[in-house]
T-cell receptor, first 115, second 120 residues
């Protein structure tokens, strides 16, 4: 079955320290991978995507993600965390079904950045 | 560009009542998606439109659920005879594609703020 796993329910980081939010996937074929962020009572905001090419993808707000095909991972990273980065982060993979596509999301990881 | 708009933001209803939600996608987007998100979970796909055609429906979408997208613009999601298990956040997303298969670099789904449904 095609799926996305986010193994950590919560990640705690001190402001100014680097952060990593983990994501692993299981899909057939080449994956299209995405990261979204959700603030309280808000919809999901697109951060970045990997389709093909360079394994290190840069996105919004200083976030980046590294695609690792052998480990089937797509971890989200930021060199220096801000308190305002505290939110719920979702990894997603695009599934192609009958020529059409939809996103399958992980359960989410809550990031808490402490001053 | 005002983004994806959803109305209402919150809906409280009694079990057995019908409810309807509206989604206005980004104007040039031809694809529209509905997802459901319950507490502590990621969004789950419900259904998908390309222009006015509903092309895919999840098994999560029971017979009590119906979605439309007349004229390929806004979309409505109706839930009939609501149950307490329908309580969730209903998210709408839209995207633009230059073709099928999802190979376009423009195929990013942009989400609205959602409609939170509480069934009492």
């Amino acid at each position: 079955a095609q799926s996305v796993a986010q193994p950590e329910d919560q990640v705690n980081v001190a402001e100014g320290n680097p952060l990593t939010v983990k994501c692993t996937y299981s899909v057939s074929g080449n994956p299209y991978l995405f990261w979204y962020v959700q603030y309280p009572n808000r919809g999901l905001q697109f951060l970045l995507k990997y389709i093909t090419g360079d394994n290190l993808v840069k996105g919004s707000y200083g976030f980046e993600a590294e695609f690792n095909k052998s480990q089937t991972s797509f971890h989200l990273k930021k060199p220096s965390a801000l308190v305002s980065d505290s939110a719920l982060y979702f990894c997603a993979v695009r599934i192609f079904s009958g020529g059409y596509n939809k996103l399958i999301f992980g359960a989410g990881t809550r990031l808490a950045v402490h001053p | 560009d005002t983004g994806v708009s959803q109305d209402p933001r919150h809906k409280i209803t009694k079990r057995g009542q019908n409810v309807t939600f509206r989604c206005d996608p980004i104007s040039e987007h031809n694809r529209l998606y509905w997802y459901r998100q319950t507490l502590g979970q990621g969004p789950e796909f419900l259904t998908y439109f390309q222009n006015e055609a509903q092309l895919e429906k999840s098994r999560l979408l029971s017979d009590r659920f119906s979605a439309e997208r007349p004229k390929g613009s806004f979309s409505t999601l109706e839930i009939q005879r609501t149950e307490q298990g329908d309580s969730a956040m209903y998210l709408c997303a839209s995207s633009f594609s230059t073709g099928t298969g999802g190979s376009s670099t423009k195929n990013i789904q942009y989400f609205g703020a959602g409609t939170r449904l509480s069934v009492l």
